[in-house]
């Protein structure tokens, strides 16, 4: 079996395609950059862009399934580049699978698709997508999502999944983010400090994807969507706080309160829609509400239906994590950490 991995030399995707080869599949790989470390391992990587449509007939043609993941991960302004490569890519995706036969697809999607500005607290998946969203992400994963599985058919079998929060080994997003911010002095505790989230290490997310694979192989889940993620939520703050002492960082102790947090990120929106600044604001309302409420989910539907379960604890996945961590930190000094 021959299996495309958009996005395969990214964070999630590179786990994905990992997994792959162990099952003895042949992979192929597209992306925007060349990989040299997939290419070592055998990989088949074609270098091109899934908004333009023959780079993405070209990745799909002649392979059996597809695993969807490329997705814009850094968070700004920009509105095109969300859109061309969650919306425009994955329709140009889906139309290349169905012109050219491929018979499954699983979708990288967010929580944030069913974002709305409030707090979830153990949500399932019959929340409904948001109609209004706060960031130009969670609107364009959202359409992507809703397209992919509107095209679920006999013909191609279509699934969505959830993670909240990916971390663990290659992360350059999340992690990185809140180290730079820390050593800039400018991250803010938002709220009372008592909101608990979801997460989900890297090889929990990688190994959902294939029991996804496995449940549309058996003609089971077709066209639905799961949140994904750890065994159980973690309180938000005292999870980042954990792993700065643990690197040698000074745990984040300053507050500023909802109300102000909110305030400043609609004001800055604002700002920097009326300058046409493409950049994001230190502060957004999606990340005040992000950073101060609680956001996890029922995971009981992938259980049921997908098989799924954490295989890496919360404990096992934190151990590693501050490991690679410290072992950067070490390396490359704090004031001197390589966070792109």
């Known amino acids: 079996?021959?299996?495309?991995?958009?996005?395969?030399?990214?964070?999630?995707?590179?786990?994905?395609?990992?997994?792959?080869?162990?099952?003895?599949?042949?992979?192929?790989?597209?992306?925007?950059?060349?990989?040299?470390?997939?290419?070592?391992?055998?990989?088949?990587?074609?270098?091109?862009?899934?908004?333009?449509?023959?780079?993405?007939?070209?990745?799909?043609?002649?392979?059996?399934?597809?695993?969807?993941v490329a997705g814009r991960a850094?968070?700004?302004?920009?509105f095109y580049a969300y859109h061309n490569t969650h919306v425009v890519g994955t329709k140009n995706i889906i139309d290349a699978c169905e012109r050219y036969g491929v018979s499954k697809l699983v979708h990288t999607s967010t929580p944030a698709v069913v974002f709305n500005g409030k707090g979830f607290s153990g949500g399932d998946e019959s929340l409904p997508l948001c109609k209004r969203y706060h960031w130009y992400y969670a609107k364009t994963k959202a359409l992507a999502e809703e397209y992919v599985l509107e095209h679920n058919s006999e013909k191609l079998k279509t699934i969505a999944l959830r993670p909240h929060l990916i971390v663990?080994?290659?992360?350059?997003?999340?992690?990185?983010?809140?180290?730079?911010?820390?050593?800039?002095?400018?991250?803010?505790?938002?709220?009372?400090?008592?909101?608990?989230?979801?997460?989900?290490?890297?090889?929990?997310?990688?190994?959902?994807?294939?029991?996804?694979?496995?449940?549309?192989?058996a003609g089971k889940a077709c066209g639905k969507a799961y949140f994904i993620g750890q065994e159980r939520p973690v309180n938000l703050w005292e999870f980042i706080n954990n792993i700065l002492r643990n690197v040698g960082l000074p745990p984040v102790k300053k507050r500023m309160s909802f109300r102000r947090a909110y305030l400043l990120g609609d004001f800055m929106e604002t700002w920097y829609k009326i300058f046409h600044w493409s950049k994001m604001p230190p502060m957004t309302r999606a990340l005040a509400v992000a950073l101060s409420?609680?956001?996890?989910?029922?995971?009981?539907?992938?259980?049921e239906d997908l098989g799924y379960t954490p295989q890496i604890t919360i404990e096992q996945g934190l151990s590693s994590l501050v490991k690679i961590l410290r072992l950067q930190v070490k390396v490359l000094g704090v004031h001197h950490y390589q966070l792109d």
Do not use: W
């Open 1 to 68: 079996m021959k299996v495309l991995v958009t996005g395969g030399g990214g964070f999630l995707g590179y786990h994905i395609v990992e997994l792959l080869l162990k099952r003895g599949y042949a992979v192929r790989a597209v992306g925007r950059r060349r990989q040299p470390i997939l290419e070592a391992r055998g990989v088949e990587f074609l270098r091109g862009d899934i908004s333009f449509r023959d780079d993405a007939e070209r990745a799909v043609r002649g392979v059996d399934a597809v695993f969807h």
């Open 74 to 78: 850094c968070i700004d302004m920009n």
């Open 168 to 217: 663990g080994e290659g992360d350059q997003h999340l992690l990185p983010t809140i180290i730079r911010a820390v050593e800039k002095r400018k991250l803010r505790m938002v709220g009372n400090g008592k909101n608990m989230v979801d997460i989900t290490f890297v090889g929990n997310a990688a190994q959902a994807h294939l029991l996804a694979f496995d449940a549309l192989d």
């Open 293 to 303: 409420k609680d956001h996890y989910f029922s995971h009981e539907r992938a259980r």
